[in-house]
């Protein structure tokens, strides 16, 4: 590898698969196991992190540090990055992660040079229908055109969420080969039910059952590292009508 930095911007889930790919290509230059090191950016102090990637783990020929989020460094942050990369460590690669960066964000210059800068937001629409097709096809389904339009134009193109969701689909549906719209509109009711208001209210009026079945739906909801989806997905559903989830046509 000729620069020890990769930056990855687009969708999480997407950063997360291309990360896959470039640590499969460092295991097989260097030879696994590969050192991995998987954080947030700020979670650690960056001289830090730096200091750790001057000495390798013992018996390791390489190590990886991963940043997500990575737009959250400082300008003091960046200059440590800056005096760093001008003479790196051997062996020790960084690969940074978030979902934008400022045009002519110094992240981006250095990836660019080094040609291991991945804008992965550009073709997100054209992955996400293939991402759809290539889930159903490893479960033995199929979907409906009117049925993946309308899962496209609610979902668009978090794969996170997308994923989540086809997982839950495809459950639904059971031993059903066909996947139509009807099926489509029944999951993601199941799916969005509750927002944080229905747990304030259902507490304010005491009603113990429908309070817990929003806290359990909040909860779930909040693993699934998603969390900007869903009210964009209900300001577009709400601009439907004369039904939640009817067609521009």
Not at 53 to 69: D, S
Not at 214 to 240: G, H, M, T, Y
Request: proline letters at 5%.
């Amino acid at each position: 590898m000729k620069f020890p930095l990769f930056v990855l911007v687009g969708d999480s889930f997407l950063c997360e698969e291309k990360r896959g790919e470039i640590l499969s290509l460092l295991e097989k230059e260097f030879g696994p196991p590969l050192p991995v090191v998987i954080q947030r950016a700020g979670e650690a102090p960056v001289a830090d992190l730096l200091a750790e990637a001057r000495t390798l783990p013992f018996l390791a020929r390489a190590q990886v540090f991963c940043l997500r989020e990575a737009d959250r460094f400082t300008k003091g942050d960046i200059a440590l990055w800056g005096d760093y990369l001008g003479s790196p460590a051997p062996r020790t690669f960084f690969i940074f992660e978030t979902e934008s960066l400022a045009k002519g964000h110094p992240f981006l210059d250095w990836a660019a040079r080094a040609k291991q800068l991945f804008l992965l937001e550009t073709q997100s629409g054209r992955m996400a229908v293939h991402f759809i097709r290539e889930k159903l096809r490893r479960a033995g389904k199929k979907m409906t055109p009117e049925a993946l339009t309308v899962l496209e134009e609610r979902l668009g193109t978090s794969f996170g969420l997308l994923d989540t969701f086809l997982d839950q689909l495809i459950l639904s549906v059971g031993e059903k080969a066909e996947i139509d719209r009807s099926a489509v509109e029944a999951s993601e009711e199941r799916l969005f039910r509750w927002e944080g208001q229905d747990l304030v209210k259902a507490l304010a009026e005491k009603k113990a059952q429908k309070a817990l079945e929003a806290l359990e739906d909040l909860l779930e909801q909040s693993s699934r590292d998603f969390p900007s989806a869903r009210p964009v997905l209900r300001r577009q559903s709400r601009s439907k009508s004369p039904s939640r989830m009817s067609s521009n046509s």
